[in-house]
């Protein structure tokens, strides 16, 4: 069992940026590829990011493309999420979710793919 914990969110302004971190205690978090989704109020969850396994390939969402960057820390079980540029519509709760797999694994997208998930973190942005 591996249990995921977001951090990093809050409020922020227009043109601002926040960094969220995804962690956990287990070290077969350096198995796992990990995503990040975001739900906001009413609406659907939705992928944001995600990052191999490896470390050596990542994928973003059109609406986040060139704002946000995903990277991790093996040594210290963490998975970034670094927000630019952010927007009012980028508002939401932020999910980390990972799923062990094979070292070449591509990183994931679709959210039915992941077995673990963080409780979230709420970010706010507001002009």
């Known amino acids: 069992q591996v249990q995921l914990s977001e951090s990093g969110g809050g409020l922020a302004q227009t043109g601002g940026s926040l960094r969220l971190s995804c962690s956990t205690s287990?070290?077969?978090?350096?198995?796992?590829?990990v995503g990040w989704f975001r739900q906001a109020p009413g609406k659907t969850r939705e992928f944001v990011a995600a990052?191999?396994?490896?470390?050596?390939?990542?994928i973003y969402a059109d609406s986040v493309k060139g704002r946000f960057t995903v990277s991790r820390d093996k040594a210290k079980n963490t998975v970034y999420l670094q927000m630019i540029s952010l927007k009012s519509e980028d508002t939401a709760t932020y999910l980390c979710?990972?799923?062990?797999?094979?070292?070449?694994?591509?990183?994931?997208?679709?959210?039915?793919?992941?077995?673990?998930w963080g409780q979230g973190t709420q970010v706010i942005v507001s002009s």
């Open positions: 979710a990972s799923k062990r797999t094979i070292l070449t694994a591509a990183p994931l997208n679709n959210q039915r793919d992941y077995e673990y």
């Open positions: 287990r070290r077969a978090f350096s198995e796992h590829a």
């Open positions: 990052i191999s396994r490896s470390g050596g390939s990542t």
